[in-house]
């Protein structure tokens, strides 16, 4: 098993910036990949970004490149979302997860999930 709990959500005004952090527990999630998934009202949940489980390898959701970075700590077992020029169609909860099979940053099949932190971003 392995808990997450993410923080750092919040209202902001289009083009700020907030980072979004995620803490785990148990089952060591240093040895997986992690990921940032976002589901807004009405709509699915959908990718954001992926880390592999040694930090070197990135990937993101087109909408999002060039303005959000994603990053871990594997000594801390976090992973972070740094996310900047924010824009009103970014508002929705984020959630981090954790893949516990493979390395790379994969876009699916993640096994477990936090419970999610509300971004808003106001127009």
């Known amino acids: 098993q392995v808990q997450l709990v993410e923080s750092g959500g919040g209202l902001v005004q289009t083009g700020g910036s907030l980072r979004l952090s995620c803490a785990a527990s148990?089952?060591?999630?240093?040895?997986?990949?992690m990921g940032w998934f976002r589901q807004a009202p009405g709509k699915e949940r959908e990718f954001v970004a992926a880390v592999d489980c040694n930090g070197a390898d990135v990937n993101y959701r087109v909408s999002v490149k060039g303005r959000f970075t994603i990053s871990r700590d594997n000594a801390k077992n976090t992973v972070s979302l740094q996310m900047t020029s924010l824009k009103p169609e970014d508002s929705a909860v984020y959630y981090c997860?954790?893949?516990?099979?493979?390395?790379?940053?994969?876009?699916?099949?993640?096994?477990?999930w936090g419970q999610g932190t509300q971004v808003t971003v106001s127009s």
């Open positions: 148990g089952r060591t999630a240093r040895s997986y990949p």
């Open positions: 997860a954790v893949r516990v099979s493979g390395c790379y940053a994969s876009t699916f099949g993640y096994d477990y």
